[in-house]
C-alpha cells in the first residue's frame, strides 16, 4: 500500500451542527479522500475528484469544509502547522492544498 499524501489525526469532524467525533482522522491516500472515526471506522470516503475543500469565509483560522459525496462536512483542524516532531493536526490551510494537489495529479 502507498504512503498517504496527506493524515491528520485529532480532527473534529461534524455535519450540520452534530459531532460525528472529536478525535477523527482525515487521509488522502490512493487518490481518494478517507474521514475515519478515532475508532477507524469509515465515515464517508470519496475519489478526491469528486471531493470539494474549501474555508468557509466567517470562520476561524483552523477549520475546513469538505463535501463529500454530496455531504458537506465541517473539519477542525489546526490554526497552524504542529512545530516539527510536536503532535496535533496539520492547518486547514494544508489539508485543502493537498485535496487540490492529489485531484490534479491523479487523473
Given at each position: ?6 493524515t ?17 482522522q ?26 470539494r ?25 489546526g ?29
Open positions: 500500500m502507498a504512503e498517504p499524501e496527506f491528520a489525526t485529532g480532527v473534529r469532524i461534524g455535519k450540520r451542527l452534530r459531532s460525528l467525533t472529536r478525535a477523527g482525515v487521509r488522502i491516500s490512493d487518490g481518494r479522500l478517507e474521514l475515519l472515526t478515532s475508532y477507524g471506522s469509515e465515515i464517508d470516503s470519496a475519489p478526491v475528484q469528486a471531493v475543500a474549501s474555508r468557509p469565509w466567517f470562520a476561524p483560522e483552523d477549520r475546513a469544509l469538505a463535501d463529500v459525496n454530496g455531504t458537506r462536512y465541517s473539519l477542525t483542524l490554526e497552524h502547522d504542529p512545530a516539527p516532531g510536536k503532535p496535533g493536526p496539520p492547518s486547514a490551510r494544508r489539508f485543502i492544498e493537498a485535496v487540490r494537489r492529489a485531484a490534479g495529479s491523479s487523473g
